[in-house]
């Protein structure tokens, strides 16, 4: 199965900075299949990204995904209050679908 | 707007079976995989599987050997059953609408339901 490893585990930063989030697969990952999801606390998961670039419905652009292969990325560009949460990459390329381990976006 | 529910019972006893149902409002169940998925501390986040409008299932190889995905679009609900379950299955367990990439296979869950805790306890 393929392996997506987050990093930072966790990430400290004030409103208005600059987030940028990393998700590596253990193989590459055709780019139409890899997703971005943000959970906050007590919340299940929300479709942020999908198709590594598109936003979902009502994501505001301050959310961009990038990559290609087996490197992607998740930039918020000006953090917002409810945007501190866990955000997770997920790949529905290969069969098991899986998830990273998440990369925790706390206020400092 | 579509939404997901879970319902089912909240404590299950080692060996036993799971059973869950998710119900579906605001939209039609025709075109989309239903997903079960379940978060755990020990685990993180893990795809069970899905079933589409027509019966066609996908499992986990980790749980196919113990897991069936049912669907009944005439209540709009599909259902998952876990059997034999431990300890390591309890969780946060989740249903979820697989949509179609441009290729034809799932590209993304969306949305979520609220999500169920169970746990696995005598």
């Known amino acids: 199965e393929i392996i997506l490893t987050q990093s930072p585990g966790s990430l400290a ?10 998700c ?43 990559g290609s292969g087996t490197d992607f990325t998740l930039t918020i560009s000006r953090l917002e209050p409810e945007d501190f949460a866990v955000y997770y990459c997920q790949q529905l390329d290969k069969s098991p679908y899986t998830f990273g381990g998440g990369t925790r976006v706390e206020s400092k | 707007q579509v ?26 169940m025709t075109d989309y995989y239903w997903s079960w998925l379940r978060q755990s501390p020990g685990k993180g986040l893990e795809w069970i599987g899905y079933i589409s409008h027509r019966g066609d299932t996908n499992y986990n190889p980790s749980l196919k050997s113990r897991v069936t995905i049912e669907v009944d679009t005439s209540k709009g609900q599909f259902s998952l059953r876990l059997t034999s379950v431990t300890a390591v299955d309890t969780a946060v367990y989740y249903c979820a609408r697989g949509i179609f990439y441009a290729g034809g296979r799932v590209g993304r869950f969306d949305p979520w339901g609220q999500g169920t805790l169970v746990i696995v306890s005598s």
Request: aromatic share 6%; proline share 9%; hydrophobic share 30%.
């Open chain 1, 24 to 66: 590596r697969a253990s193989q590459s990952v055709t780019s139409g299949y890899l997703a971005w999801y943000q959970q906050r606390p007590g919340q299940a998961p929300r479709l942020l990204i999908y198709g590594t670039s598109s936003r979902a419905t009502g994501i505001p652009d301050r959310f961009r995904g990038s």
């Open chain 2, 3 to 28: 939404q997901l529910k879970e319902s089912g019972p909240g404590l299950v006893k080692p060996s036993e079976t799971l059973p869950l149902i998710c119900s579906v409002s605001g939209d039609s």
């Open chain 1, 13 to 22: 930063l004030s409103p208005g900075e600059r987030a940028t989030l990393s």
